[in-house]
């Protein structure tokens, strides 16, 4: 998929078309077999995708038959991070 540079909030965002490819994908596979979908801007994809009619559609048949296994645990890198921190105030 071809990607903007624009930042938003950190993330890059989808150009219309790259959007449009990800709905197809997903209303193709909706109700006919599992997806798997991780993120940490579930409620925020209307900034991601520049069609939020698209963003919308496309989270309510992920949404659907959905198991949402929320998350609230501090994410790796960002523990990763904070070690190398520690090690670097502690080291002469």
């Given at each position: 998929m071809e990607l903007h540079t624009n930042r938003l909030i950190g993330y890059l965002a989808y150009d219309a078309h790259a959007?449009?490819?990800l709905f197809q994908?997903?209303?193709r596979r909706y109700e006919q077999t599992s997806?798997?979908?991780t993120t940490n801007?579930?409620?925020q994809?209307?900034?991601v995708f520049p069609n939020a009619s698209c963003a919308v559609?496309?989270?309510d048949r992920l949404?659907?038959?959905a198991e949402i296994i929320p998350i609230e645990e501090e994410g790796y890198r960002k523990r990763e991070a904070?070690?190398?921190?520690k090690k670097r105030r502690g080291s002469p």
């Open positions: 959007a449009d490819l994908v997903i209303s997806v798997v979908v801007l579930f409620k994809w209307d900034t559609a496309l989270v949404t659907h038959h904070d070690l190398t921190q």
